[in-house]
């Protein structure tokens, strides 16, 4: 049910976040895209793509929506819809089931830096298998 609310709150036009930030804050609020070398070929799409959605809740935090896609021939996904602590400049998930999966969001002023640490390579951080989530949106 929260993630539910969360994905409402994320899609709504309508948010009141903060309008006086401080100075050096940058503000995160936007949509990022992925799209890592992929090919078209017989209306499938080979390579990593995806999307990130942030909307600035307060100085501190920020409510995220996560996808990112491997492709063709699987279409192996991940994602996920939180609000995250959001402390110079960066932000870190570590999804509940899987405290050895930790995805870092480094903000810039021209796009988001995705780096992930987990044990499993294979299906780590609830994502499906063989699905990573580094990469520059």
Do not use: W
Not at 19 to 29: A, E, Y
Not at 58 to 71: E, H, L, P, Q, R
């Amino acid at each position: 049910m929260n993630s539910i609310l969360l994905l409402i709150f994320l899609l709504s036009g309508d948010v009141n976040y903060p309008k006086h930030l401080p100075k050096k804050l940058l503000d995160p609020t936007g949509t990022y895209k992925f799209n890592e070398r992929t090919v078209k070929r017989d209306g499938d799409v080979y390579g990593y793509y995806g999307a990130i959605r942030v909307k600035l809740v307060d100085t501190a935090k920020i409510a995220m929506s996560f996808y990112v896609c491997k492709g063709a021939p699987g279409y192996n996904s991940g994602s996920f819809v939180d609000t995250l602590e959001y402390l110079n400049e960066r932000a870190v998930y570590i999804p509940d089931d899987d405290s050895t999966c930790r995805i870092t969001f480094v903000f810039k002023k021209s796009g988001i830096e995705v780096t992930r640490i987990q044990a499993n390579l294979n299906l780590g951080c609830g994502f499906g298998n063989g699905v990573f989530a580094d990469g520059y949106f």
